[in-house]
């Protein structure tokens, strides 16, 4: 009988430890743009470089980067090329991924370089067009990916 209930007992405090390590959640804050939202850690740091957004963590291995550009006028099909000019990145444009939620068009690409990984989203409604962009030391990837996309896919235009 007493061992019966210890191992309730163990069994018990092993499932309230686990329940609070996975049930605990990073507090979020949110970040009000002109049009747009986004949610980052609480810890995190922002800074705001001439209208270019950076959220990124204290250790500051990566972070996400976020500007928008209004009235522009280069061709939906074009935004492809666009994005990857703007990085100077030697790829076909064709790998750029192209997603369409009724009027707001999302691209996406990934790439290695020099040791950064670098995830690009970027949005086109109309003549707005957002760019989010994450890079984080490679060797930080792993570990840090899930939180990274967890913040860029809280975008949201209003």
Same mark, same amino acid.
Not at 16 to 24: D, E, K, M, P, Y
Not at 58 to 63: S, V
């Given at each position: 009988?007493?061992? =019966? !209930?210890?191992?309730?007992?163990?069994?018990? /405090?092993f499932s309230?430890?686990?329940?609070? *390590? &996975? +049930?605990?959640q990073t !507090?979020?804050?949110?970040?009000? +743009?002109?049009?747009?939202?986004?949610e980052y850690p609480v810890e995190w740091?922002?800074?705001? @470089?001439? =209208?270019? /957004?950076n959220f990124f963590p204290? @250790?500051? &291995? +990566?972070?996400l980067t976020l500007s928008k550009h209004s009235d522009i006028d280069f061709p939906l099909e074009n935004t492809k090329q666009v994005i990857l000019d703007?990085? @100077?990145?030697?790829?076909?444009?064709?790998? *750029?991924?192209?997603?369409? !939620? +009724?009027d707001i068009y999302e691209f996406t690409y990934q790439h290695v370089d020099k040791d950064v990984k670098w995830v690009? !989203?970027?949005f086109r409604n109309k003549t707005d067009f957002y760019l989010l962009t994450v890079n984080c030391e490679l060797s930080k990837w792993d570990t840090n990916k899930d939180m990274f996309f967890k913040v860029?896919?809280? &975008?949201k235009i209003n």
């Open positions: 009988m007493q061992n =019966g !209930k210890l191992i309730f007992k163990l069994i018990l /405090l309230l430890t686990i329940l609070q *390590v &996975f +049930g605990q !507090k979020m804050r949110i970040y009000k +743009g002109d049009k747009y939202t986004l740091q922002t800074t705001n @470089e001439n =209208g270019i /957004l204290i @250790e500051n &291995f +990566g972070a703007m990085y @100077e990145i030697k790829d076909k444009p064709e790998n *750029v991924k192209m997603l369409r !939620k +009724g690009t !989203k970027a860029i896919n809280t &975008f």
